[in-house]
C-alpha cells in the first residue's frame, strides 16, 4: 500500500514540477529520488512498516510474492532512469509529463501485483495501458510513432473489450468479482465460467504479447521511441506477468485442466514464432522485440508449471530480464544506426560498452554465470517436475539454443567486424560506471541467485 500511494502522489508531483521547474535536471533529479523513495517505503512494507491503512474490503492484498516484485520493479526503473531519463529530452517538450506517465505507469503494475478482485486487476491494467498509448506516439513529428500508437490503441481496446467480457460472463457464473470466490467449487463447472476464463486468457495474453496475440509487438516497440520501447518491452511486460500468474494461481487453479494445455500450445507457439522470426532481422531494435516475444514464452512457463518453483522462477526471471534489458537498450538508445552493422567494430571504439553489452546478451540468452541462465533453468525446471508434458520443457531448451544465434550475431559484429565509419557515441562516466555495475549484478545473480529469491522467505 505504501508504494501504491506514493507512486500515485510522485506522478502528480512531476506534473505539477513542469510547471515550476524550468531546468531539466531538476525534474529528472525529482524523479530519481522519488524512485528511490518508492523502493525504500516498499521494503519498508516488506519488513512490516506500513505508513497508511486503507481498508480495501479485500480487493488488494499485499502479500510478500507481490511486494518483492514490486521491489525488483521499482529497483529497475529506477536503473532505467539514471540509464536513459536523458534521453527523454530528445523525444519532445513534454519531459516532466512522460516522467509523470512511468509513475502512474507504476502505480497500476503495484494494483495489478496484488488484486483479489477482478475490478482491480482491470483497473490496474488500464491505469498501465492508457498511458502507453500516449508514450508511444510521443514522438509527434515521426510518422513511424502516431502509427504505432494509433495501432497499440486499437488493438489495446479491443483486448480490454475482451477482458470486460471475460469478467461479466465470470460474475454472471459466480456471482463474484472476487479470486477467492471464482476458485471456489461448487458442483459441475459452469460454460459461463469456462468462456470467461478464455477471454480473460486471451487478453493477459496480448498484454503480455504471447503468440497468437503478439503481432502487434513488433511494430509498436519499433515504432515507439526508443528510450519508451525499453520501459515497455521490459518493466511493463513483467508487470503484467505477475498478474497473469496470480489470476490462474488464485483464481482459476481448480479449472487448471481445463486451461493447462492451452497454456502448453500459447507457450510453444510463443517461443516458436518469437525465436525463429528473431533470428531473420536486420534491425537491432526489432530483434530485441522478437527477442521480449521469446522471453515472454519462458515466462509463460510459470502459469504453465503454477508452483513455488515457478514463482521463484517469475522472480529471478523478471529480475535478470528487466536488467539486461534495460542495459542494452541503454547503449542502442545512445547509437544512431540500429542495424547489425552499426555495431561493426563497436569494441575497438567502446571496449567498455562493448563488454557491458555482451555480459547483458550473454544473460539473455541463457549463457552460465549469468542471472538469465539461473533464471531459465528455474522456468524449465518447474515446468519438467510440475507438469505431464515433457515436450514443452525440451522445445525451451530447443529454443534457447536457438536464441543464442542471434544475440552472438550482435557480439560478432562488436569483436570480429570492421566498422567504415568513427564512433560518434559519447557517453557521461557516470553512465559508464551504472552500466558496469548493473553487468556486475547480473554476473552476482546468476552466481548467487538466492540474494534475491531468500527475500520470499526471511
Not at 482491480?120 to 500516449?134: M, Q, T
Not at 541463457?366 to 524449465?380: E, V
Request: glycine share 6%; aromatic share 14%; charged share 10%.
Amino acid at each position: 500500500m505504501n508504494a501504491l500511494l506514493l507512486s500515485a502522489l510522485m506522478g502528480v508531483v512531476m506534473m505539477f514540477s513542469g510547471i515550476v521547474l524550468k531546468s531539466k535536471a531538476a525534474i529528472r533529479n525529482i524523479a530519481i529520488a522519488g524512485m528511490l523513495a518508492l523502493l525504500l517505503v516498499n521494503i519498508l512494507e516488506m519488513n512490516g512498516t506500513v505508513f497508511l491503512v486503507i481498508d480495501s474490503k479485500g480487493m488488494i492484498g499485499f502479500d510478500r510474492f507481490a511486494l518483492l516484485f514490486n521491489s525488483i520493479i521499482f529497483f529497475s526503473t529506477f536503473l532505467y532512469l539514471t540509464l536513459s531519463a536523458r534521453d527523454m529530452e530528445k523525444v519532445g517538450v513534454n519531459y516532466a509529463e512522460y516522467l509523470a506517465l512511468i509513475f502512474f505507469i507504476l502505480c497500476g503494475i503495484a494494483l495489478v501485483s496484488s488484486f483479489r478482485s477482478l475490478i482491480i486487476l482491470f483497473l490496474g491494467i488500464e491505469i498501465i495501458s492508457i498511458p502507453l498509448y500516449i508514450l508511444t506516439g510521443s514522438d509527434k513529428l515521426n510518422l513511424k510513432s502516431n502509427e504505432a500508437s494509433l495501432k497499440y490503441f486499437l488493438l489495446g481496446s479491443f483486448s480490454t473489450g475482451l477482458m470486460l467480457m471475460g469478467i461479466a460472463l465470470i460474475y454472471g457464473a459466480k456471482g463474484t468479482f472476487y479470486t477467492s470466490g471464482i476458485n471456489m467449487v461448487n458442483g459441475a463447472i459452469s460454460p459461463l465460467l469456462i468462456a470467461g476464463m478464455l477471454l480473460l486468457m486471451f487478453s493477459m495474453a496480448f498484454k503480455v504479447s504471447v503468440a497468437p496475440f503478439h503481432f502487434w509487438t513488433p511494430d509498436v516497440y519499433d515504432g515507439a521511441p526508443t528510450v519508451f520501447t525499453s520501459f515497455m518491452a521490459t518493466i511493463v511486460k513483467a508487470g503484467v506477468f505477475i498478474a497473469f500468474i496470480r489470476l490462474f494461481d488464485e483464481g482459476f487453479a481448480s479449472q487448471q485442466p481445463k486451461w493447462k494445455l492451452i497454456i502448453a500450445i500459447l507457450t510453444a507457439a510463443t517461443l516458436l514464432i518469437g525465436n525463429i522470426t528473431a533470428v531473420f532481422q536486420q534491425s537491432v531494435k526489432r530483434m530485441l522485440a522478437y527477442s521480449s516475444i521469446a522471453q515472454a514464452g519462458f515466462m509463460l512457463l510459470s502459469v504453465y508449471a503454477m508452483s513455488p518453483d515457478s514463482k521463484e522462477g517469475l522472480i529471478l526471471y523478471a529480475a535478470a530480464y528487466c536488467m539486461a534489458t534495460i542495459g542494452i537498450f541503454a547503449v542502442l538508445i545512445k547509437m544512431s544506426d540500429y542495424t547489425f552493422d552499426g555495431f561493426n567494430g563497436f569494441a575497438k571504439q567502446q571496449p567498455l560498452l562493448a563488454a557491458v553489452t555482451t555480459i547483458f546478451l550473454l544473460s539473455l540468452a541463457g549463457i552460465p554465470l549469468t542471472a538469465g541462465f539461473m533464471a531459465k533453468f528455474y522456468m524449465i525446471k518447474a515446468a519438467m517436475y510440475n507438469s505431464g508434458l515433457l515436450w514443452l520443457p525440451i522445445l525451451a531448451l530447443v529454443m534457447a539454443a536457438v536464441s543464442v544465434s542471434y544475440y552472438f550475431r550482435v557480439i560478432q559484429a562488436m569483436y570480429f567486424r570492421e566498422s567504415s565509419t568513427p564512433s560518434t557515441l559519447t557517453v557521461t562516466p557516470a553512465f559508464r560506471y551504472t552500466l558496469v555495475a548493473l553487468a556486475a549484478l547480473v554476473v552476482l545473480l546468476g552466481i548467487f541467485p538466492n540474494l534475491l529469491l531468500a527475500w520470499l522467505y526471511f
